[in-house]
């Protein structure tokens, strides 16, 4: 017979996990994950959240969603409140919102510059540094920054983006070595190429195709699912001695030749 315990590791019920820029794309997926394992969902956006919360509700699990900026210190400061007064504790944060524009160094604008650093960037830490207090008191969590292997590898016109993204894996390490203490873990995820509404330009084109069968080992970008395990792995104690480290899900791509 089977032992089932190591599965007990990876359940999240009662839980609660809050998630940036989660009503679309890998925020989305990685929310639905968090839920079939368990968690209760606050979903937070700029955009609406209602279909997003009625899915995860459908789960069986309880959701919330609110409406949140991440660069506004008023929103994330609502977002801990209002979490905390539903649910009472905060056990897990994923920092998922993020933009990026594609944009020649030569002629970047100063606004455009400071819109992907406020967001991709300055979010994540506002986020984590709300949250952060929260599980400081609880001496427990884990807090999720959603990176990228931008982050790793440099992509021409793209400086302001590879910039947030390199920033955030050192963000994640520095947290992780701050709060160790306080039994918060911090990692990142570094995905590589997912189909969402981000990439739906880039995939269409016939040159970016070529590349991905070329220079990903496995030769095909992901669906936003298949990021779901590494959230739940990070968010849940199957990885309780882990901290600081930045998982890379990218088919093999800054691993080939
Ligand atoms: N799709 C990929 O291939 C890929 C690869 C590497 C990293 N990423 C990262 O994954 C994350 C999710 O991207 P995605 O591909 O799902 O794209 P997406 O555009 O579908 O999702 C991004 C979400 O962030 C939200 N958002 C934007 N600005 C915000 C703000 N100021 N406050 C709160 N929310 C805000 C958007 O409304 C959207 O729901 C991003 O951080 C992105 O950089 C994506």
Known sequence: ???KKILSKFD???????????????????????????ANIVITDVLDTKKTVKEIESLGVKAMGLKVDVTRKGDIDKMVKKTLQKFKKIDILVNNAGVYFPTPV???????????????????????????????????GSIINIASVA???A???????????????????TLATEWASCGIRVNAICPGIFATDMTKGLLKDKGFQTMVKTKIPMARYAV???????????????SSYTTG???VVDGGWTVGL
């Not at 100063?110 to 830490?125: F, H, P």
Request: glycine content about 10%; overall charge positive.
């Open 224 to 238: 936003p699912e298949e990021l779901a395990g590494a959230a739940l792995y990070l968010a849940s104690d199957a």
């Open 12 to 38: 999240l019920t009662g839980k609660t996990a809050i998630l940036t820029g989660a009503s679309r794309g890998l925020g989305k997926a990685m929310a639905l994950g968090l839920a079939q394992a368990g």
């Open 155 to 173: 992509f021409a016109q793209s400086a302001a983006y590879n910039t947030s993204k390199a920033a955030i894996i050192m963000l994640t390490k």
């Open 245 to 247: 480290h930045a998982l």
């Open 1 to 3: 017979m089977k032992n």
């Open 151 to 153: 982050g790793i590898m």
């Open 106 to 140: 030569k002629d970047v604008k100063e606004k455009d510059w400071d819109k992907i650093i406020g967001i991709n960037l300055k979010g994540t830490m506002m986020c984590a540094q709300a949250v952060g207090k929260e599980m400081c008191k609880e001496k427990s």
